[in-house]
């Protein structure tokens, strides 16, 4: 069951009416459900399911598969460019905001000291799903990325698939999203 939103009343629960000398009402079903209907009216449907986020532009050709294989899917997604490491505020934002703006799976692609899933699993209890990259400039052929992904620490889980498997990433969200 999804949680309330401490801002709505809860059924029963007492608010204060307009005037001094009236008791104050509990509210009611009817008024609870009109509270929730507004405030989902806020909620874009159209709103994307799965977030693809890469460490750099250098990344986009690498990350493409993913957005190919969830628009043959039907899957409504966003792409974007933020790095761990370069702008950590954007990240932690996006990662924060994510399940309240509707998504629900967050792909994240990164070469080198690739930071970039695990810090977005940091500020969300999304589920995520690393790529690690390789990078023209990596010692190790992309095992620096994939060792950097996969080696997560116990309760901040990543789901990590090949290097440059991109396309898998985006096969895991489908299935994750039990489509
Ligand atoms: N990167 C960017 N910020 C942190 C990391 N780990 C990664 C990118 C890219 C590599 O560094 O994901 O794979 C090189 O980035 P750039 O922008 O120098 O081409």
Do not use: W
């Not at 509210?27 to 693809?52: L, M, N, Q, S, Y």
């Not at 957005?67 to 409504?76: M, N, Q, V």
Request: some cysteine; charged content about 25%.
């Amino acid at each position: 069951m999804s949680e309330r939103d401490p801002a709505l009343p809860a059924v029963g629960e007492r608010i204060p009416t307009v005037g001094e000398d009236e008791p104050d009402l509990p509210v009611t079903h009817a008024e609870v459900e009109t509270e929730v209907e507004a405030a989902f009216e806020d909620i874009d449907v159209d709103a994307p399911r799965v977030g693809i986020l890469m460490g750099s532009k250098s990344d986009m050709p690498a990350m493409e598969p993913a957005g190919r294989e969830l628009e043959e899917r039907d899957i409504r997604h966003e792409v974007r460019v933020m790095s761990a490491h370069r702008d950590p505020d954007v990240v932690a934002e996006y990662a924060r905001n994510a399940k309240m703006r509707g998504l629900r799976v967050i792909i994240a692609g990164a070469g080198l000291a690739a930071a970039l899933p695990g810090v977005v699993a940091a500020h969300t209890d999304l589920p995520v799903i690393g790529v690690p990259l390789t990078s023209g400039s990596s010692v190790a052929g992309g095992l620096d990325a994939l060792l950097a992904i996969a080696q997560m620490p116990p309760g901040v889980p990543v789901a990590c698939v090949g290097v440059n498997a991109a396309r898998n990433a985006a096969v895991l969200a489908a299935r994750i999203l039990g489509e």
